[in-house]
Nanobody
Framework: VKLVESGGGLVQTGGSLTLSCTAS????????MGWFRQAPGEEREFVAA????????YFADSVKGRFTMSRDDAKNTLSLQMNNLEIEDTAIYYC?????????WGQGTQVTVSS
């Protein structure tokens, strides 16, 4: 499966952005999906995940209450709605799809939050 992220950009603190991940090659309905991010000089870290059924979602403590996630399997897309953005949210955001313990990654999209 090929994943392509979009929607990144520059935003001021307190602002909002919505990231999208579009998949091709396979239907996403069997995949657990998620978002990770990597700030300069840091390890890639977990942001959010959703089970393949869409019934269960998980968020990192640092984004809980500010970020929401949704998936549309008919359109093969995953979205990450980010509200009340903080400078610490600045990073490259990567879409992840997991099926039978095999990870697939997109190329990432840059999110920059300025004061």
């Amino acid at each position: 499966v090929k994943l392509v992220e979009s929607g990144g950009g520059l935003v001021q603190t307190g602002g909002s952005l919505t990231l999208s991940c579009t998949a091709s090659g396979r239907t996403l309905s069997h995949y657990s999906m998620g978002w990770f991010r990597q700030a300069p000089g840091e390890e890639r870290e977990f942001v959010a995940a959703m089970s393949h059924t869409g019934r269960n979602t998980y968020f990192a403590d640092s984004v809980k209450g500010r970020f929401t996630m949704s998936r549309d399997d008919a359109k093969n897309t995953l979205s990450l709605q980010m509200n009340n953005l903080e400078i610490e949210d600045t990073a490259i955001y990567y879409c992840n799809a997991n099926f039978l313990s095999t990870d697939h990654w997109g190329q990432g999209t840059q999110v920059t939050v300025s004061s």
